[in-house]
């Protein structure tokens, strides 16, 4: 289609070039231009460690009451974790520090880490 755009917010012709680019340069570095390349994803996880049954036990007369147990928040122990890797292995895995600000600086500052 004449003007559409992808996913990533890319014409075709400009989709097309790219891809034309990157068969250019491997034909010409060979395996090199593959060790050049670095991806990396991103994802939130949560982390929850519940009572084991030993530590929930508590010792109680059989006609006392039971005692309540409340639902752990899971929300307050949420995480972002970002991964970056090349055709060797990974090269870096970093964990957002609880309650840090997810903006440009925070970005940079992993990005300086992967160097």
Same mark, same amino acid.
């Given at each position: ?12 012709? &400009?989709?097309?070039?790219? =891809?034309?680019?990157?068969?250019? =340069? +491997?034909?010409?570095?060979?395996? &090199?231009?593959?060790?050049? /390349? ?5 994802? *939130? ?13 508590? *010792? ?5 009451? =039971? ?6 928040? /899971?929300s307050v122990k949420k995480f972002k974790a970002s991964v970056f890797w090349? =055709?060797?292995? /990974?090269l870096l895995v970093d964990f957002m520090p609880p309650g840090a600000t /997810?903006?440009?600086?925070? +970005? ?8």
């Open positions: 289609m004449l003007g559409s755009q992808n996913v990533n917010g890319r014409s075709q012709n &400009e989709t097309d070039g790219f =891809r034309t680019e990157v068969f250019m =340069r +491997y034909a010409q570095e060979g395996d &090199e231009f593959l060790d050049s /390349i670095v991806t990396g994803d991103e994802t *939130w996880g949560f982390h929850h460690t519940p009572e084991s049954k030993q530590q929930s036990l508590q *010792w109680h007369h059989t006609h006392s009451p =039971r005692t309540k147990k409340f639902k752990t928040s /899971i090349d =055709r060797k292995g /990974i /997810i903006n440009a600086a925070a +970005y940079c500052d992993t990005l300086t880490r992967l160097r």
